[in-house]
């Protein structure tokens, strides 16, 4: 599932790919390469965001993105790149039967009428779902010439903005797409059988917001966003204990069970709005979610990830995204990667969508 705004037009499959995800808090990147059907990883970055809270410019896009690629010492060009929460829409939308071409046409020029919302010069891209139980393909009565789709779309001066930017740091943006299904298309390869199989929560604890993706047998069945994330938890330690933003950063990284209580703080209200997600889905859909898997930066805390499950009272882990990749990283970032690699998991399954 990749749901690009912009794909490179070529359906030839590429070698090799940067991919960007460009976090309010960090930048995570890496490189990745295709060999038949393995993937390498020969390079990660991770950076501190150019500015926090702001929208990026062309201009600092394109110097931020000199660093990152300097920094994975890559020779290809190509890089795929995150929009995040609030630069993309993604919503699962009722659609007529139609090709996806006319299908982003229809979106730009009627949004009010599919997505509730007048969002004039955006650009869109869709997924199709496949049909529901009791709506075949060849039923052609009533609800079955409809179509679940999965829609994106974005601004399309965000787009060109993202374009303009790689292009001034002598990289070309051959995919952009948003960050929040990453981690769906690193699961897919990662846990494949769990993906295929099972009912599952993917949560991505970010810096300012969390997002949580339900699966339901290999399709992302919904998707939300709350705004939490470790951000609120540093404050949270921070107040709790008088002290600065950054010695409370220092404090939950390094010995997080220490301040057990201030974390709760916010885990509690985090756990709450998940839960109310899955408790949705349960409804909706009859069936019980088996597990959540978390990533992003905070899900480098074992601590953390196993406070937030007493909150969600289901069986919570971290997952390794970086798991189906051969490794051929310098000695330093061997040795880190599986530490890090909860936290690269939007730009290992932006790679891999765009590969
Ligand atoms: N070992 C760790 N233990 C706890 N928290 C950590 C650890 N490492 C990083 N973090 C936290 O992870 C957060 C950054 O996570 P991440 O990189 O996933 O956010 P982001 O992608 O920049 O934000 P967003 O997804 O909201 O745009 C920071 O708040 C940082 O404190
Ligand atoms: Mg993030």
Redesign the pocket.
């Known amino acids: 599932m990749a749901l690009p705004l912009i794909d490179g037009g070529s359906r030839k499959k590429r070698d090799q790919m940067l991919a960007v995800?460009l976090?309010?808090?960090?930048t995570?990147a890496v490189h990745i390469q295709r060999r038949g059907n393995k993937f390498t990883l020969s390079r990660y970055a991770i950076l501190d965001?150019p500015i926090f809270d702001r929208v990026l410019s062309a201009e600092m896009l394109a110097e931020h993105l000199k660093a990152v690629s300097h920094a994975l010492d890559s020779k290809t060009r190509l890089v795929a790149l995150t929009l995040?929460v609030n630069e993309v829409i993604v919503r699962h939308v009722d659609m007529p039967r139609m090709p996806v071409e006319d299908m982003r046409l229809i979106l730009k020029h009627n949004s009010r009428n599919y997505l509730q919302q007048e969002l004039s010069n955006y650009i869109f891209d869709c997924h199709f779902l496949p049909p529901g139980p009791g709506q075949s393909d060849g039923d052609k009565t009533g609800a079955a010439q409809k179509q679940k789709v999965l829609v994106a779309g974005a601004k399309q001066q965000i787009v060109d903005e993202f374009s303009v930017g790689a292009k001034n740091a002598g990289l070309v943006a051959d995919h952009i797409v948003p960050?929040i299904i990453g981690p769906v298309n690193a699961f897919e390869m990662a846990m494949p059988d769990v993906f295929t199989n099972d009912v599952v929560a993917l949560v991505?604890?970010?810096?300012?917001?969390t997002s949580i993706c339900i699966l339901q047998h290999g399709e992302m069945i919904l998707s939300r966003v709350v705004t939490y994330?470790?951000?609120r938890?540093?404050h949270a330690i921070s107040e709790a204990m008088g002290i600065s933003y950054a010695e409370a950063?220092g404090i939950?990284?390094g010995m997080?069970s220490e301040v057990q209580s201030a974390l709760e703080s916010v885990l509690t209200p985090l756990g709450r709005e998940l839960r109310a997600s899955i408790d949705f889905f349960e409804h909706q859909q009859d069936r019980p979610v088996a597990q959540v898997y978390v990533a992003?930066?905070?899900a480098?805390?074992e601590f953390?990830v196993q406070t937030l499950a007493a909150e969600l009272m289901v069986e919570c882990k971290t997952w390794n995204p970086a798991s189906f990749l051969q490794i051929e990283l310098p000695p330093q970032q061997a040795a880190e990667i599986e530490q890090v690699a909860p936290?690269l998991a939007?730009a290992i399954g932006t790679a891999i969508s765009a590969l």
């Not at 976090?23 to 960090?26: D, F, L, M």
């Not at 991505?204 to 917001?209: A, L």
């Open positions: 995800d976090g309010n808090r960090t995570k965001a995040n960050g991505d604890i970010g810096f300012k917001s994330g470790g951000d938890l540093t950063e939950k990284v997080a992003g930066g905070s480098r805390s953390i936290q939007v």
